[in-house]
């Protein structure tokens, strides 16, 4: 089997990720923040554990500010709705997952004001478009960091400069970039960055979060209230960080595994887990736009996107594509709208979407070229056509070594 939907999480998992968790469950078990005893004071180490290597790996200060939520999902329906109210005005991209229109659009029909400034049919923003959309009213400017549909990399280190110029708060949607791509959130001017851990962060399903930056939080309604462990005497919400947005028990088994898929992340290196997608990629690339009957979509420039590509096959849908290279050739992938309707609409492939490709770390350069060979047996065989030979044999080396986190390694964590 080849595994190709990294895009909806990553697979396989690194053994350390089914190890911490199997450990929690066998020794620790605790409730974090809720007892006194060794074995709750264990589980809140561990979480506390995770939120310092996420620091690490996003350039925070203080992990603390890093709160936990189910997905990248929660956190972005935490900051839409506790940043907005009527008659505020927020931006964002016509390149962005549901989990941002979503919310947006419940918004709008109670007054909110919604500008999605245009992107190009390659999924590219020109940071213009969101400057000249800002209003004395614009509250929020919220864009992915990049597509989940074409892997389009966004220019947010361009809108966060001009967001911060204007005053206005800034959120990026890091659920494909976490882990993937180098984040530095000083350096990025975000104000609030919303991540997934089952993606490239290597954890497991349900988890993610949110960091915030200092002050934000002010102005940051919480999302839900209830126990926190902390200031039980009192029938408000804590107003510190992070019990001010989380309440009720954590995920700890799972954030037991998020912190060794961070803790992965971090002895790899961003830069070398960067490098051997960008390559995966340029095979990729290369392969399909050298099939006749096949169209791909996005910038088409490895430097430009991340680890995600789609494409079509002239005279076939895409359920159809994926039906066959799973059946066919064991190749796993995603077909149809990508839970993103305003992206396709924007690349024109609205409304029967694309077939996604994402390799990541695990992908071999095998795997690349007989998902390449697979694809072109089956464009050849819907066309009428004869189709030139092929050769799928590449040249290029995958060998792009290590490049371990030395601030992690010189006695951080673990």
């Given at each position: 089997m080849i595994y190709m939907d990294n895009a909806a999480t990553s697979w396989p998992k690194p053994e350390s990720v089914r190890q911490a968790m199997d450990?929690?469950?066998?020794?620790?078990?605790?409730?974090?923040?809720r007892s006194g005893h060794q074995l709750s004071i264990e589980a809140g180490r561990l979480i506390y554990e995770v939120r310092e290597a996420l620091a690490w790996l996003f350039g925070i200060d203080d992990p603390l500010r890093i709160i936990f939520t189910s997905n990248a999902t929660e956190a972005l329906n935490l900051v839409i709705n506790g940043i907005l109210h009527p008659g505020d005005h927020v931006i964002t991209s016509s390149m962005e997952h549901n989990s941002v229109m979503r919310p947006l659009r419940a918004l709008e029909e109670k007054g909110v004001e919604l500008t999605i400034a245009a992107c190009s049919p390659q999924g590219l923003l020109e940071p213009e478009e969101v400057d000249k959309a800002i209003r004395q009213n614009t509250k929020l400017i919220i864009l992915n960091h990049a597509s989940n549909v074409v892997g389009t990399?966004?220019?947010?280190?361009?809108?966060?400069?001009?967001?911060?110029?204007?005053?206005v708060l800034f959120c990026v949607d890091a659920a494909q970039t976490a882990g993937a791509y180098p984040i530095d959130l000083e350096a990025l001017s975000v104000d609030l960055l919303a991540f997934s851990g089952h993606k490239s962060l290597y954890g497991p399903q349900g988890t993610g979060g949110l960091c915030i930056r200092k002050g934000v939080e002010s102005e940051l309604e919480p999302l839900t209230r209830g126990g926190t462990g902390s200031?039980?005497?009192?029938?408000?919400?804590?107003?510190?960080?992070?019990?001010?947005?989380?309440?009720?028990?954590?995920?700890?088994?799972?954030?037991a595994g998020l912190g060794a898929g961070v803790r992965f992340v971090l002895s790899q290196g961003t830069t070398c887990l960067r490098a051997k997608e960008e390559a995966l990629m340029r095979?990729?690339?290369?392969g399909l736009k050298n099939?006749?009957?096949?169209?791909?979509?996005?910038?088409?420039?490895?430097?430009?996107?991340i680890a995600v590509i789609s494409f079509n096959i002239r005279g076939l849908g895409p359920s159809e594509i994926a039906m066959q290279l799973?059946?066919?050739?064991?190749?796993?992938?995603?077909a149809g709208l990508h839970c993103a309707p305003i992206t396709h609409?924007?690349?024109?492939?609205?409304?029967?979407?694309?077939?996604?490709?994402?390799?990541?770390?695990?992908?071999?350069?095998q795997d690349v070229e007989a998902t390449v060979e697979a694809i072109w047996k089956i464009a050849k065989d819907v066309s009428k056509t004869e189709f030139p030979v092929a050769d799928f044999k590449s040249s290029v080396s995958l060998s792009v070594g290590t490049n371990e986190d030395k601030r992690y390694a010189n006695g951080k964590g673990d």
């Open positions: 450990d929690f469950m066998r020794n620790v078990g605790g409730n974090p923040g990399l966004l220019p947010v280190a361009e809108v966060g400069e001009l967001a911060h110029r204007q005053g200031y039980s005497e009192y029938e408000q919400q804590p107003d510190f960080l992070p019990d001010k947005y989380e309440s009720g028990t954590a995920n700890t088994v799972g954030l095979l990729l690339i290369e099939i006749p009957g096949v169209i791909t979509y996005g910038s088409g420039d490895t430097r430009k996107q799973e059946e066919e050739y064991h190749i796993m992938c995603r609409k924007t690349i024109v492939t609205f409304p029967q979407g694309t077939v996604r490709l994402s390799p990541g770390y695990f992908t071999s350069q």
